[in-house]
């Protein structure tokens, strides 16, 4: 598993869908965005016309633990902070469904690449529900970091490797 974090257009995306091309297709996208307007409307489109024909799409704003546990073969979600943002909005507990979906995570047959937005590196929101948002994608950011394999934060569409990287200073990474 590798968790893709990086700012907006840090070219976060376009990597990650490098990182699943790179097995054997045909490849799944979870997307979780929701089109409430049509600049949305315009990002979506963007992001699938990007994408060959090899890749299937699902919509999963809600049921994305769900979908991971349903899935064969390489996988990528796209994007976690926007399903946060759907949960929050449905009024449902982030975590508990962050569990469920570390869980689901934890089973995935195939490899599995997940993509979210960093937003905690800004100032400090100066209302409620912004600070609240920002705190749980921290929470599910780290839950998932936790238990992947790889983390890469992408900055100007660079990657850079997070993790793994050594803990003891002067050994190999």
Same mark, same amino acid.
């Given at each position: 598993?590798?968790?893709?974090?990086?700012?907006?257009?840090?070219?976060?995306?376009?990597?990650?869908?490098?990182?699943?091309?790179?097995?054997?297709?045909?490849?799944?996208?979870?997307?979780?965005?929701?089109?409430?307007?049509?600049?949305?409307?315009?990002?979506?489109?963007?992001?699938?016309?990007?994408?060959?024909? $090899?890749?299937?799409?699902?919509?999963?704003?809600?049921?994305?633990?769900?979908?991971?546990?349903?899935?064969?073969?390489?996988?990528?979600?796209?994007?976690?902070?926007?399903?946060?943002?759907?949960?929050?909005?449905?009024?449902?507990?982030?975590?508990?469904?962050?569990?469920?979906?570390?869980?689901?995570?934890?089973?995935?047959?195939?490899?599995?690449?997940?993509?979210?937005?960093?937003?905690?590196?800004?100032?400090?929101?100066?209302?409620?529900?912004?600070?609240?948002?920002?705190?749980?994608?921290?929470?599910?950011?780290?839950?998932?970091?936790?238990?992947?394999?790889?983390?890469? $934060?992408?900055?100007?569409?660079?990657?850079?490797?997070?993790?793994?990287?050594?803990?003891?200073?002067?050994?190999?990474?």
């Amino acid at each position: 598993m590798t968790l893709v974090l990086g700012g907006a257009r840090s070219g976060k995306s376009a990597y990650a869908e490098g990182l699943i091309e790179s097995c054997p297709g045909p490849w799944l996208y979870l997307a979780t965005a929701q089109a409430f307007d049509d600049e949305m409307v315009a990002r979506i489109a963007q992001h699938r016309a990007r994408r060959s024909g $090899l890749w299937r799409t699902r919509d999963v704003p809600l049921a994305l633990p769900e979908a991971v546990a349903a899935s064969e073969g390489p996988v990528l979600i796209d994007c976690l902070t926007l399903w946060l943002t759907n949960l929050i909005l449905a009024e449902a507990d982030p975590a508990e469904a962050a569990e469920r979906l570390s869980a689901a995570c934890d089973r995935a047959p195939g490899p599995l690449v997940l993509v979210g937005n960093e937003v905690g590196l800004g100032i400090v929101p100066d209302n409620a529900l912004a600070r609240r948002f920002r705190d749980e994608a921290g929470r599910l950011h780290q839950r998932l970091a936790a238990r992947a394999d790889r983390v890469v $934060l992408t900055v100007a569409g660079l990657p850079l490797v997070v993790k793994p990287q050594s803990l003891t200073p002067g050994a190999p990474a």
